[in-house]
């Protein structure tokens, strides 16, 4: 294992850690009125830190596995007219999630981040906000899977390799961490920043999801109709 290797697996983890899931949501949960819940928070990005782990572990040991019994079946005209009607349906579905569409203030948004930060149902929510936030990136992970395929192409110890991944998830969530520190430990000095950059998420979430949507179905739709038309589409 090379230290190039384990500087650009911290890089991408960097990149990774300013994601909707890993930064966004934690500072908007960080400005919600009321006392700072630790507990609530590190619960909600060690839930995204443990699913990035099982989904880098599930193809970091099965993907090669996945891909030889796959062999030719993702070719398949009836595998890649069903990818190019999930691009086209994901790009549609973008449209909804037009930020210029929503209210100014970001009332939805805010109803969400109340749910999941008061009451006695708060940690559930908490904990189904971050495998939602981290479903939702699974089409666009691409530092992560950028990661995953560095480890596999290092041919490296299993043992190596779920270290490696559990770093990664570490490094991922600690720039949210270090703000939860901040938040709590010099609060005058972090929350102008904080609520800066809050105004800006909560006024331009959904738009960003809009984004992330419509950038996903654009690119699965591409890449089915590049192989059902290889002739008239040029790659």
Known sequence: ????????LAGLAL????SIGTLFIPIWLLMAPGRINVRRI???LGTIAVFYFVVGVLLAVGGTRIASALDGTLDSRPVLWAQLALGVGLFALSFRYDGK????GGGGVLRWRDRAT?????????VGLALLAALAEVATMLPYLA??????????????TAALLGGYCLVMVLPAVVLLGARLA???LIEPLLARLNEWITKHAGGTLGWILGIAGFLLARDAAIRLWPGVISG
């Open 118 to 126: 008061s009451g006695d149902s708060s940690l559930r929510w908490l």
């Open 15 to 18: 990149i990774d850690s300013t």
């Open 186 to 188: 010099v609060p005058r």
């Open 101 to 104: 569409r929503r209210k100014a």
């Open 42 to 44: 590190l619960a909600y």
């Open 1 to 8: 294992m090379s230290v190039g290797l384990l500087l650009s």
């Open 147 to 160: 990661a995953v395929g560095l480890m596999t192409t290092a041919e490296l110890p299993a043992a190596t």
